[in-house]
């Protein structure tokens, strides 16, 4: 049915196009015969083009991966509170996003701040294309403002990482050998009923295994807090690491595409590729030079803009 699905959008889809560029036509047939205004031309191909580029936006994300749910994680940049605190308005910003978009979100792991704001959060992030949209967002985001934090009224630069990969479901199968995972529990912190500080509700998932992109031993290490049920933390925090094994599967797939996109700028962990200037009044991604002078909108999660603009450009490789 999920198949039949997606099919049938790309039917619904051609056809809407089709309809809307025959409209054009008429409309400029009649537009010459003085029927209609030279206004509702230009409507009808205003409504042409956004048709052929919402279909077009879709072809870009036609990557096996790209129409699953995701998992973002925000980690704090060197900086200490003015970081934490820009860690936090990025997950308040991506949240608002997700719910302009009716995707589902859970907070699988959140670590606060010592003073404002957050150290690192892992979200989930459930509903169609959630990860095709969001691949846009890996890598590190700068933010340029006077910090409240500071008592001289300094203007400060602060880095915060986003990662973000593939939410898998059940219908994906990752081996994981169970002979390789090792489990610590905990208590969890924060604000909650009487089960939390008393049992050990979160857990720890250590899962040691070879890199299938570097061929070395290495360790995954995941943390889950999300319910007060210790089983369900674990089933999470396995479906969280069946995630992060499929990522690495993808990467591998993509180890022989990586040579023609050497010339260009990647998206991973550590590469700038936007920036934020508070006092300037300016958003700027530097993959596509895309900008707007709108943080407010930004910030409150109007990022589509940005998605869009890197999908139209990198999307089609």
Not at 49 to 77: F, P, T, Y
Request: charged letters at 30%.
């Amino acid at each position: 049915m999920k198949k039949v699905r997606g099919i049938k959008q790309w039917i619904v889809g051609y056809n809407a196009v089709k309809s809307a560029v025959e409209e054009l036509v008429l409309s400029f047939d009649f537009f010459k015969e003085g029927i209609i205004e030279e206004s509702d031309v230009d409507n009808a191909f205003s409504t042409a083009i956004e048709k052929i580029e919402s279909l077009e936006m879709k072809n870009m994300l036609r990557k096996e991966e790209d129409s699953m749910g995701a998992v973002l994680k925000i980690v704090a940049g060197a900086g200490g509170t003015e970081a934490q605190d820009w860690a936090s308005m990025l997950m308040r910003m991506y949240l608002r996003w997700c719910e302009r978009n009716n995707y589902k979100t859970e907070i699988a792991n959140i670590l606060d701040g010592d003073e404002a704001g957050i150290k690192s959060v892992t979200i989930k992030i459930e509903g169609d294309y959630a990860y095709g949209n969001l691949k846009s967002e890996n890598g590190v985001h700068r933010l340029v403002r006077v910090s409240p934090f500071n008592a001289q009224g300094k203007r400060m630069t602060s880095f915060t990482s986003v990662f973000v990969v593939p939410l898998v479901d059940d219908s994906i199968e990752i081996e994981i050998v169970q002979a390789n995972i090792s489990w610590d529990t905990f208590r969890s912190s924060g604000a909650g009923g009487q089960n939390v500080n008393k049992v050990e509700s979160g857990v720890r998932l250590h899962y040691k295994f070879i890199n299938p992109v570097t061929n070395e031993a290495d360790e995954i290490v995941i943390e889950n807090t999300e319910s007060r049920d210790q089983p369900k933390n674990k089933e999470n925090a396995l479906r969280l690491l069946k995630s992060q094994l499929y990522e690495l599967e993808l990467e591998k797939r993509r180890a022989e595409t990586a040579k023609i996109e050497a010339g260009k700028k990647k998206i991973e962990w550590g590469s700038q590729i936007r920036s934020y200037v508070f006092d300037d009044r300016r958003v700027k991604d530097h993959r596509t030079d895309y900008q707007t002078s709108n943080v407010n909108a930004v910030m409150d999660g109007d990022i589509d803009v940005f998605i869009k603009a890197y999908l139209m450009e990198f999307g089609g490789e």
